[in-house]
């Protein structure tokens, strides 16, 4: 099957700093990127789709201005967490999809803790 | 926003039993997934069926899927420990190709 990856797959950093999270289709162009959150002992929260070189779309309660996804090419869709605080703290996982094809691939995941 | 409730929220069983999930969801689907997720790792996809199908297998898993009540489940017969995770299901309501997850059920299958 598709890889899709992540980096990093663990993160530590200060309240008040901006972390990025980057995610990968190794083998496949992916038209749609998903971004969801997950915390512990939780479901996936959907937080954001991001189309190649369109704005992303983001649900309901996600602030944009705090998330910011930027999908620049057919492989790579980025989640900056600006200004990140402790509540911040989650375990963030994207989901590629080739679109046409109806499947969908995700990654191993981002576990961010701010201190 | 989440689509899917599931139940139970936990499940105990000892090796060798069936464990059997369940999942409603609200809209109309394109297809249901059953995805699994050890503790702090990533999602495994385990089975897809399709919105006109009512029943699909692999290996020890069944997932049977009705849409007048918008609800499936998830059957692992002959439990083993290893089968110890966390399951989801998760919908394509065709509204841009997103998933969404349902709740989860946290099966832990003791040896």
């Known amino acids: 099957g598709a890889v899709v990856s992540q980096h990093p797959s663990w993160v530590i950093c200060k309240s008040g700093t901006s972390v990025k999270i980057e995610c990968r289709s190794l083998d496949f162009q992916a038209t749609t990127m998903f971004w969801y959150r997950q915390f512990p002992k939780q479901s996936l929260m959907l937080m954001a789709t991001?189309?190649?070189?369109?704005?992303?779309?983001?649900e309901q309660g996600v602030e944009k201005d705090k998330f910011l996804i930027n999908h620049a090419s057919l492989t790579l869709s980025t989640l900056t967490v600006t200004s990140a605080h402790p509540e911040d703290s989650s375990f963030y996982i994207c989901?590629?999809?080739?679109?046409?094809?109806?499947?969908?691939?995700f990654g191993p995941g981002t576990r961010l803790t701010v201190l | 926003s989440q689509q899917g409730e599931e139940d139970p929220q936990a499940l105990s069983i000892q090796e060798g039993e069936n464990a059997t999930m369940n999942c409603s969801y609200k809209t109309s689907i394109n297809n249901l997934q059953w995805y699994r997720q050890n503790s702090g790792r990533g999602l495994v996809h385990l089975i897809l069926i399709r919105s006109n199908e009512r029943e699909k297998h692999s290996g020890r898993l069944r997932v049977t899927l009705d849409t007048s009540k918008k609800s499936s489940s998830l059957l692992i017969t002959a439990s083993r420990a290893a089968d110890t995770a966390s399951y989801f299901c998760?919908?394509?309501?065709?509204?841009?190709?997103?998933?969404?997850f349902g709740q989860g059920t946290e099966l832990s299958v003791k040896p």
């Open positions: 991001s189309n190649e070189g369109s704005k992303a779309t983001y």
């Open positions: 989901s590629a999809s080739s679109g046409r094809l109806k499947k969908w691939f």
């Open positions: 998760a919908t394509d309501d065709n509204q841009g190709g997103k998933l969404i």
